[in-house]
Structures are given as structure tokens and as C-alpha cells.
């Protein structure tokens, strides 16, 4: 499990920042545990009122993520792809990743990356944050957005 090896992070003031979590719909019994755990970990860093958006699908997420992150401090970014059998996995799962990597760099605004790219459903589902899973990946995209997010103000004000 991808687990090993996690920072020991404790959460942070960031009661502050605007954060979007934009959140795809496929899949929704995971999905709906990945969208939890983000807003958990905001609950954890006292983001005040994270706001939820949903789009369709996994290759929908830079689009909305990249006008979300003209508004927002930072941006959470969920979604799901379960491998099938035909090349639709590999454009779907590029082309997010690739989109959501341009819209963090072009916007200069932190995207946490909670898109699960799983061979099948219970590999999601161990990681969807639910009762049952070993790990819980909408609260890690999230509490690693609001980090960077935090990060990147010091660095603007001359950090270190």
C-alpha cells in the first residue's frame, strides 16, 4: 500500500484561505468518501467555508480547477478512473494529470491531487477514506493543498 512512508503532519491554521474542492461524479460510493475526507481535513485546518463543486468526469477536473484557482487560495481536486479493458484509462488518467500539473504551475496556486488511478474498484475503495479502507486519499489531496498553500504565502513574504 502507497501509505508507507506519509508524513507525520499535523494540521495547521489556514482558517484564512479560500479552498475549492472540485470533485468529479463517477463512482460514488467512492467519491463520496474522497469528498468527505477533504472536507474533514478542512474541518482539521479551519478552512472556514470550503466550497464544492462536481463535474462530470475525471478528464473535467483542470478545466474547472483552472477557474476555480483564479478564485481560491488553493484547490482540491477528486476523482476516480478504474482501469477497463481498452486504452481509456491511459488518455483519461494523462490527460487529468497533465491538465491538473498546468493548471498548479500556470496559476501558481496549489491543486491537491486526489485523482485514484486504480486497477479496480477495491483498490478505490481502500483508498476512499470510507470505514472500511486503509487509506484515506481526499483528506491527503487536501491537507497537502492547504500546506502548499501556507507554504507558498511564506515564500512570497520572503521565506525563509
Known amino acids: 500500500m502507497s501509505g508507507d512512508g506519509a508524513p507525520d503532519q499535523r494540521p495547521v491554521d489556514c482558517h484564512d484561505l479560500r479552498v475549492a474542492i472540485v470533485a468529479a461524479s463517477w463512482h460514488t460510493r467512492v467519491m463520496d468518501g474522497l469528498v468527505a475526507g477533504a472536507q474533514r481535513a478542512c474541518k482539521d485546518y479551519k478552512v472556514e467555508a470550503p466550497v464544492l463543486v462536481r463535474v462530470p468526469g475525471a478528464f473535467e477536473l483542470p478545466v ?7 478564485q481560491y487560495d488553493a484547490v482540491v481536486a477528486l476523482g476516480v478512473v478504474i482501469r477497463g479493458g481498452t486504452p481509456h484509462f491511459d488518455y483519461v488518467c494523462n ?12 496559476a501558481q496556486v496549489p491543486v491537491g491531487f486526489g485523482l485514484l488511478t486504480c486497477d479496480d474498484e477495491q483498490q478505490a475503495l481502500d483508498r476512499a477514506g470510507l470505514d472500511s479502507s486503509r487509506e484515506d486519499k481526499g483528506y491527503e489531496a487536501a491537507s497537502a493543498a492547504l500546506v502548499t498553500a501556507q507554504t507558498l504565502r511564506g515564500v512570497r513574504r520572503g521565506y525563509p
Open 64 to 70: 474547472v480547477a483552472a477557474a476555480l484557482a483564479a
Open 95 to 106: 490527460a487529468a494529470t497533465d491538465g491538473l500539473t498546468r493548471v498548479a504551475l500556470d
